[in-house]
């Protein structure tokens, strides 16, 4: 049963610290989407890439989130230097997505099971 | 952009009975509506989806239809069990582009 991973699982820093989260794709994926999960705000579209290149960031605070995706098996998403506000649950989802074709299944999206984290 | 709606923000419900959650949406081009489910602490999981040219698509006690002219989609759950307590999200996409959630249904199946 193929799942999307992520890591670290939770992370406690403090204010100031750089934080840095990773995801695995499932293997054949070529869309990787970076969420953020709060209370207020629920799924919040951070960043989103197809085969590695950066299609959308807009919601990323770009003075201090970074995301990358160095290689197919590996989306990182940095934050340089946290806040406290910056607390929240960071999921990774990814699917198999080609846009424009209407095709059938090819369109689920699977979710990591999220980073759990804290600023102090 | 799209932007997604949905109602209610909790709902309760009786074990046995019927729920009902509904989403709007404003982009007539999104094309695919897939429903997730979260229990506490997990990961978002689908549960069912459909695509724009289907009107209805079930899978045991769980439905969703798709009204196009009216851009809105519901998710029904029948016979609720208390294992069916979870927050519930909608989407919509416009093929195989970003996904837009709704704002998330937390359901309670009282025993």
């Known amino acids: 049963d193929a799942r999307v991973t992520q890591t670290p699982r939770h992370k406690v820093t403090e204010m100031g610290q750089e934080v840095t989260m990773r995801c695995q794709p499932i293997?054949?994926?070529?869309?990787v989407f970076w969420y953020r999960q709060t209370m207020m705000q629920g799924l919040e579209l951070l960043a989103y890439?197809?085969?590695?290149?950066?299609?959308?960031d807009s919601g990323m605070p770009k003075d201090r989130f970074s995301a990358e995706m160095p290689d197919a098996t590996l989306a990182t998403l940095k934050i340089q230097p946290s806040e406290p506000r910056d607390s929240a649950v960071y999921f990774c989802?990814?699917?198999?997505?080609?846009?424009?074709?209407?095709?059938?299944?090819?369109?689920?999206?699977?979710f990591g099971s999220g980073t759990q984290l804290s600023v102090l | 952009g799209e932007n997604v709606e949905q109602h209610p923000s909790t709902l309760s419900v009786q074990e046995g009975d019927s729920a009902v959650i509904k989403c709007t949406y404003s982009?007539?081009?999104?094309?695919?509506f897939p429903w997730y489910k979260q229990e506490l602490g997990k990961r978002p999981q689908l549960i069912i989806d459909i695509r724009s040219n289907v009107g209805e698509k079930k899978d045991q006690r769980i439905a969703v239809t798709l009204n196009k002219t009216a851009k809105h989609f519901s998710l029904h759950i029948t016979e609720t069990q208390p294992e069916d307590s979870a927050v519930y999200f909608c989407?919509?996409?416009?093929?195989?582009?970003?996904?837009?959630f709704g704002t998330g249904t937390s359901l309670t199946v009282i025993p």
């Open positions: 989407a919509a996409s416009v093929a195989g582009n970003q996904f837009y």
């Open positions: 293997l054949g994926h070529n869309t």
């Open positions: 989802a990814s699917g198999f997505l080609v846009a424009g074709t209407g095709r059938e299944n090819n369109e689920k999206l699977f």
């Open positions: 982009d007539s081009a999104s094309n695919y």
């Open positions: 890439f197809r085969n590695r290149a950066p299609l959308d």
